[in-house]
């Protein structure tokens, strides 16, 4: 079994429990602005939110323009005459302020820590994911965060990756370990970097037929007899 010493970890919904903090987000744009707060807006939301990512990960778009494009979109479909600039920010300072992790996943960093270096690799927005990293119980074991942002590209590109490996040093394309809950992102990612990956797939997922997975997990501590 290889020995992978650099733990690339994504952010959302792989460390940090990015639906409840989503939904908690969505309830604190509807109070500010006057919108039903009911499942069927919220799941008009995330269509267009959902949308609008995958624009974002096929290169189409840029993250500050999908950040408020989803919000017109939605109120469009809503037919509502709302601000969605004012939409975003509200919703970007209440995700900001969600330390919310997923199971297991600070006991995991806590451990992993002690033999290995860990990173987040994330294309999520900035200022929303240093806020929550700064404020979360994994932040002491995390040696660095790389947001798609600062690096100029955005996974799945090879471009990001060369960017965190440029940043990090004595890691190898062999001595790495990209853990992640995306196929389109962060596995799609790993296999144009040409890296080893673990998809962290707690609820089952079918697998993708044209992905390389090394391995897969349903709970962070699965890593322990991995790494």
Request: hydrophobic share 40%; proline share 5%; net charge negative.
């Amino acid at each position: 079994m290889p020995h992978y010493s650099y733990l690339l970890f994504d952010a959302d919904n792989t460390l940090f429990d990015f639906d409840a903090a989503n939904r908690n987000a969505f309830h604190a744009v509807c109070r500010q602005c006057d919108i039903p707060d009911t499942d069927e807006t919220f799941a008009l939301y995330e269509r267009c939110n959902n949308a609008m990512w995958a624009a974002f990960d096929r290169g189409e778009c840029t993250k500050d323009f999908l950040v408020v494009e989803r919000f017109r979109h939605f109120l469009e479909a809503m037919a509502l005459d709302r601000d969605p600039a004012l939409c975003n920010r509200i919703h970007l300072t209440a995700l900001g302020e969600s330390t919310l992790l997923l199971p297991h996943a600070e006991e995991a960093c806590r451990t992993l820590s002690r033999t290995h270096r860990l990173y987040i690799v994330t294309n999520a927005v900035a200022s929303v994911q240093r806020s929550r990293l700064r404020r979360s119980a994994v932040a002491p074991y995390i040696t660095d965060a790389f947001i798609s942002e600062d690096a100029g590209a955005s996974k799945p590109s090879r471009a990001y990756f060369d960017y965190v490996f440029a940043h990090i040093p004595g890691i190898t394309w062999e001595n790495c370990l990209l853990i992640g809950d995306s196929p389109s992102s962060d596995i799609r990612g790993a296999n144009n970097a040409g890296i080893p990956c673990c998809w962290y797939d707690p609820h089952g997922t079918a697998l993708p037929e044209d992905l390389r997975i090394d391995y897969r997990i349903t709970d962070l501590r699965q890593l322990y007899d991995i790494v």
